[in-house]
């Protein structure tokens, strides 16, 4: 992986020609892209190198690619390239997290010494998550899909052995569970980590340009194809290609896919030449294709041969337990990225959230972390009682043993603050965490919970 990769974002293609050139001198990698969209493909949890990138411009513009980053990597150097008169957004951009950012007109010498700055300290940043990982911390994978059921230990288990392989994988999850989260981490870890991740909306493809969208075309292959354009796979090659919910791929499309899969070319349209493709397939999907299969909606052979290795994401129903602690994780990122001092969580808050149904998964319980950053109720207002009457000894369990979780978490599993912080004995904690199934360790790492 290179470290001296820099990615030049700039609509304006003269700048971005003169401006690689320039940093080409001083003995940079530069990546030159025409749109900020094109970025979110190529950087990761392990992306070595930083990002250059102009304010103003069409469609993505340079602040929403800086929040667009922070959410996958917070510690990715963005060195912004304002105009005469941004100031302003300067400021919004440096409270914001920006690495950075640099006036025009500027000097080549100036932006190379703000960028080798940049890659010191991106250097750092990886050299110590790769030393607490080493070191028996929490590593990248506990970090971005934390939880301490069995059900999540089981899940990173899994995706440590499959993320090392070259195997196309299968995710599968409701709504709002972090598919794309996991499917990211699969990259992140693999042998294409600095190669492109990029990622397709199957629900969100043009029925009329969608083979030229994945496959690409040539001049000429069909009216207003005025010159030859990658397609989505073409444009993955050494890297991951993600098929976000799989399922709604239109069934004539399957057999074409299917293919591609088993053969690994593709044939650009207006081509009969193959081109090979070089590429690993995640694809995810929060319903069931088997279902699917026997609906007639899917195909059995392409089922059978993306699922070579098949992970399944937990649903916070599934997990319940873990939400105290996940709930308090997301609050402190929502500080972190809203600038915010850091929240004080009441246990009673937090028993109120772990008693919630989350039909939105984590997606849902992020919003309501950034609510509660906000100053908002974390409670929206569609939000009712659980369904259906309760005892009031269960209610009185129910609140009990989310105080108790709640306290667990906040103190990091450690016992004689949680008891001193609720008044009563040790030997009482120790009662009520037996009765209610709660384990001190639902802090720690994988290798303390294995068992």
Not at 172 to 186: H, M, P
Not at 266 to 284: K, M, Q, W, Y
Not at 426 to 434: F, P
Request: glycine share 8%; hydrophobic share 40%; net charge negative.
């Amino acid at each position: 992986m290179s470290e001296t990769r820099v990615l030049l974002v700039d609509d304006e293609e003269e700048m971005r020609h003169s401006t690689a050139q320039a940093l080409g001198l001083f003995g940079f990698d530069v990546d030159t892209l025409s749109s900020a969209e094109d970025v979110l493909e190529l950087i990761g949890y392990s992306f070595s190198g930083v990002v250059v990138s102009d304010i103003r411009m069409p469609g993505m513009d340079g602040m929403t690619l800086l929040q667009r980053i922070r959410e996958v990597d917070a510690e990715i150097p963005v060195i912004l390239v304002t105009g005469h008169g941004d100031v302003q957004l300067a400021v919004k951009a440096m409270r914001e997290g920006v690495y950075d950012f640099i006036e025009k007109p500027f000097t080549a010498q100036h932006l190379a010494g703000i960028i080798r700055r940049g890659l010191d300290r991106r250097s750092l940043v990886l050299e110590n998550r790769r030393l607490r990982a080493v070191a028996g911390k929490r590593d990248d994978i506990e970090a971005r899909l934390p939880g301490r059921t069995q059900a999540m230990v089981d899940l990173r288990y899994r995706l440590r052995a499959i993320g090392a392989t070259d195997a196309d994988t299968l995710i599968i999850g409701e709504t709002g569970v972090g598919k794309e989260v996991v499917a990211r981490a699969l990259h992140d870890i693999s042998a294409r980590a600095d190669k492109p991740l990029v990622a397709i909306n199957c629900a969100a493809l043009p029925e009329n340009l969608i083979e030229s969208e994945l496959f690409g075309h040539e001049a000429g292959a069909f009216p207003g194809a005025i010159r030859p354009r990658y397609g989505k796979f073409e444009h993955g090659r050494g890297g991951t290609i993600l098929l976000d919910e799989i399922g709604s791929m239109p069934f004539d499309l399957q057999a074409k896919f299917l293919r591609v899969l088993q053969e690994r070319v593709i044939t650009r349209l207006g081509s009969n030449e193959p081109v090979p493709l070089d590429v690993r397939f995640i694809a995810t999907s929060k319903v069931d294709l088997e279902a699917e299969v026997a609906a007639g909606r899917f195909r059995a052979d392409l089922l059978y041969r993306l699922n070579v290795a098949t992970l399944h994401v937990p649903s916070l129903a599934q997990r319940k337990a873990d939400i105290p602690l996940l709930f308090l994780q997301l609050v402190r990122e929502a500080a972190a990225r809203y600038m915010r001092s850091d929240i004080e969580v009441p246990p009673e808050l937090t028993s109120e959230i772990a008693e919630r149904s989350w039909p939105g998964n984590v997606r849902e319980l992020r919003n309501a972390a950034d609510r509660l950053v906000l100053g908002l109720d974390p409670k929206p207002e569609e939000a009712g009682a659980p369904a259906g009457p309760q005892r009031l000894a269960d209610k009185v369990a129910t609140y009990e043993r989310g105080i108790i979780a709640g306290a667990l978490s906040a103190h990091g599993g450690s016992l004689r603050p949680v008891y001193e912080q609720l008044g009563i004995s040790r030997k009482t904690l120790y009662e009520k965490m037996q009765k209610y199934g709660l384990d001190k360790k639902m802090t720690f790492t994988d290798d303390d919970y294995a068992v």
